[in-house]
């Protein structure tokens, strides 16, 4: 099993890691936006079992990520307090105002949707300069 051995690969991993799209990750690592692409499928190719590996050790497992994402989809946050109290010099709270946390709820889904294929994979448009067509000349080495 192959370990990342450059900066930019760790890196690369690392952003993956956060939630970066692979492309993302790529230029953040350092490589630039023209490779970024070929950099990631490189790098993606042939590290997936080193970074499987390493989650496998720390307990990440598939069914372990789907028990958080589903903990995630019914997500709250506290907003408020009732029946304030003062206990010496400090107010204190026996109830609290939870509401559903959208922001993370919808992270939830995205991560879901993205897990499933339902985006569709990124696209592309490229041309010359102003906004033409490109001039493509491939020259082949004998």
């Known amino acids: 099993m192959k370990k990342p051995k450059t900066r930019k690969q760790k ?12 492309r993302q990750a790529a230029i953040k690592a350092g490589y630039a ?10 790098v993606t190719d042939n ?50 105002i939870e509401t559903p946390d959208y922001y993370v709820r919808i992270k939830a889904i995205d991560i879901s949707l993205k897990l499933q294929g339902a985006y569709p994979a990124e696209k592309r448009e490229l041309s010359g300069l102003g906004g033409g067509p490109m001039d493509v000349k491939i020259t082949y080495a004998n």
């Open 11 to 22: 890196e690369f991993l690392k952003n993956l890691a956060t939630g970066d799209t692979t």
């Open 33 to 42: 936006p023209s490779s970024a692409n070929h950099a990631a499928k490189f």
């Open 47 to 96: 590290y997936r079992a080193y970074v499987e590996k390493a989650m496998q050790d720390k307990g990440i497992t598939f069914e372990f990520l789907m028990e958080q994402l589903h903990g995630c989809l019914n997500a709250t946050k506290i907003t408020g307090y009732l029946n304030n109290k003062v206990k010496g010099t400090e107010k204190v709270s026996d109830e609290f």
